[in-house]
């Protein structure tokens, strides 16, 4: 039966004895704590007498080595060997100080943030080859064997990732077609060659304009949705419950947002060209008076169906990197929200950094190419 830990102030051999008893532990410890040290408040070397205590835990040590004062001496204690121990133990913890932390000032505190920076960039680079080693596995075992796609997953994927950003894709890019419309029919008109509008339009659009557009909008939507889905399964723990059962979350969550976003960029794309140049041609229609049967005729003639497929060829490598940014971001979330938080920041700023760089790389490869 539990008792309350309790004492008693006692002469034993002449001095004062703090006799305890009862249980002292977190549970029955109560005040007795407090009332011990107002009672040997101004008692000098006291002794502790615990051979009638009953049990004795860290929270008991504690309360007993707090009421001594620092003047407890193991010759002044009478105890059980376990409950001496635990009071050595935890009067060896009270007496340890935390040495301060001393921050590096000036140039060592830049090297040192070089130095975490060169290791968090390699650290990443090592992370997204361990993430592409499991993707390419994933992808080589569905190849292999067709039935392990998750065809369900992919088609609503498809849906809430791609084909519900149709709305905001065309009205964006249909106001960038307007206002390069309007730049170029105001500075050319300087020059009386106002009717070139239309091949500015069309190359503007066609050949950049409408992936770059696409793809920062999938970013911004798609990219921080994966992150933040797969990232809450990682916190939750859901996916080291899958791996218990047996299912690969590569196959299971990778790979069909991967294949979602890579079937419908090209659609996304293809949208984004017609708004775009409906933007366009509605300006110069408006602005200089310019049919719409002009604009279409001189986009056929002088701007050709090239830089479309220019800009159609971009579409499936902005698809794959978008995925794969947002995927292993999510990958990587912690068991806090905070780390969600970072993650889910990361994956849309790397995106869209990953998108321009493409592009320009893209852009490089086809002047020397003479596309």
Excluded at 66 to 77: Q, S
Excluded at 110 to 129: C, H, K, N, P, Q
Excluded at 347 to 366: G, M, N, T
Aim: proline share 4%; net charge negative; hydrophobic share 55%.
């Amino acid at each position: 039966m539990a008792l309350p830990a309790d004492f008693t102030l006692a002469e034993q051999d002449g001095r004062a004895t703090a006799v305890l008893s009862g249980d002292w532990t977190a549970r029955g410890l109560l005040d007795a704590g407090l009332r011990l040290a107002k009672a040997l408040d101004g008692v000098e070397s006291p002794a502790f007498d615990l051979t009638g205590v009953n049990r004795c835990d860290t929270a008991g040590a504690y309360a007993i080595l707090r009421a001594a004062d620092d003047r407890l001496k193991p010759e002044d204690v009478k105890a059980r060997h376990g409950v001496l121990r635990l009071l050595e133990l935890v009067s060896a913890a009270i007496q340890v100080q935390s040495e301060p932390t001393v921050r590096p000032g000036g140039f060592r505190a830049l090297l040192e943030r070089i130095g975490r920076g060169v290791f968090g960039l390699f650290s990443d680079a090592y992370s997204t080859l361990a993430f592409l080693g499991h993707l390419l596995t994933a992808v080589g075992r569905s190849i292999v064997n067709p039935r392990r796609i998750r065809w369900a997953p992919i088609v609503a994927l498809c849906e809430r990732a791609g084909l519900d950003a149709l709305p905001i894709v065309a009205t964006t890019t249909f106001f960038i077609g307007a206002v390069v419309a309007l730049l170029g029919a105001n500075m050319l008109t300087d020059f009386g060659a106002q009717v070139y509008s239309v091949e500015l339009i069309g190359i503007s659009v066609m050949r950049e304009f409408n992936i770059l557009i696409t793809a920062i909008l999938l970013a911004g939507r798609s990219a921080s949705s994966f992150a933040a889905e797969i990232g809450s399964m990682k916190m939750n723990q859901e996916i080291d419950a899958m791996q218990v059962m047996g299912v690969d979350p590569y196959e299971a969550l990778v790979l069909p947002r991967f294949a979602a976003l890579l079937l419908t960029i090209p659609i996304l794309t293809f949208v984004a060209t017609i708004a775009g140049l409906a933007g366009g041609m509605l300006v110069v229609w408006v602005v200089l008076d310019l049919s719409p049967n002009f604009f279409l005729q001189r986009i056929v003639d002088y701007v050709g169906a090239t830089h479309f497929w220019i800009g159609m060829s971009k579409a499936p490598v902005m698809a794959a990197v978008i995925a794969a940014i947002g995927c292993r971001q999510g990958m990587e979330v912690g068991q806090d929200v905070e780390a969600l938080g970072r993650r889910v920041t990361a994956a849309v700023v790397h995106a869209i950094f990953a998108i321009i760089l493409i592009d320009a790389v893209f852009a490089l490869i086809y002047m020397e190419l003479d596309i």
